[in-house]
């Protein structure tokens, strides 16, 4: 046999094409003209299986010594926690990779190798055989590692994805003493939420805070006249104010923008005031803007000012167009 194909999308080693019928000097070939490429050093896969995390993964799991353990942003991903930077999106990372029990780190092509103390309840096996940190180590291995915003949305994704609790997180959170980033860690675990859907809510939730202003209840559901139940990401139920964030792939098509816009216009007549986040909303500048007219609209609806007369600010009004202009 000389090609590749029984091995479909799977990764294989040269010992395993041997076994199979394809010979040491036939692989070689293969991987000249195009037909096998090697995601990892003595690894080989069929040139037309896109890589991925996964694929690279279930390739280091063929040649990596059982000390080796996949955690931090390839153990998130392999657990369905996408936390990648928009520019790893088309250029797949080197997979995180940590060895145990005083082992060096490795140093294969494709691996950013690194060390660590996991003990045994921290390591898990996945179908595919790889070894990787648990749901609840990899989450408080990275809200040590990144920033506060990315560090908050991913706590807020792992309680959503794999029901971990607080008291999961603050008993993990225990054998992280004394290592860099643990205060941080300690200080977003009781900010985090299992009922946050995506990452710029949780980062809209986590700067509201830090702002100073009072926290928004996520994913708040009632019933709007003239519409029906509306759910909205990131609210303030008694002020009927909510700031929700359109992401690109569910609200830029003109149905997109139609349904937005009837549920909007349902939501000023009865009273509430929304403001609309997109991407760029989340620079230095435009974060300041939203969050001064978020204080100014709160000090504006707050029940301890009375004799102040709330005036409902429909779709027609200037505030609004611009938001939903951005």
Known sequence: MTDVRNFEDRPFTAAMALDAGISRGTLQRLKASGQVRSPLCRVYVAASVPDSLDLRARAA??????????????????????????????????????????????????????????????????????????????????????GRLRAIATLDEFRRKHQLSLQDLDVMSRRFRGRRGVIQLRELIPLSTDRAESQPESWTRLLIRDQGLPVPEPQVELLVPGWGAVRMENAYRHLRIAVEYDGVDNHTTDSDRERDDGRRCALHADDWEI??????????????????????LIADRSPDRPGKRKYSRGPDHPSYRWRRGR
Do not use: Y
């Open 61 to 146: 799991a063929l040649v990596l010594p059982p000390h080796v353990v996949v955690a931090d942003r390839g153990a998130a991903w392999l657990h369905g926690v996408d936390i990648l930077d928009f520019a790893e999106l088309d250029l797949v990372p080197d997979l995180d990779a940590v060895s145990t029990n005083g082992h060096g780190r490795t140093r294969r092509q494709g691996i950013f190798g690194g060390k660590r103390d996991l003990e045994d309840g921290e390591v898990m096996t996945l179908p595919s055989g790889v070894l990787v940190t648990t749901p609840v180590r990899t989450a408080c291995d990275i809200a040590c590692l990144l």
């Open 275 to 296: 403001l609309v986040l997109r991407r760029g909303d989340f620079s230095p500048d435009r974060r300041r803007e939203w969050l001064d007219e978020l204080g100014a």
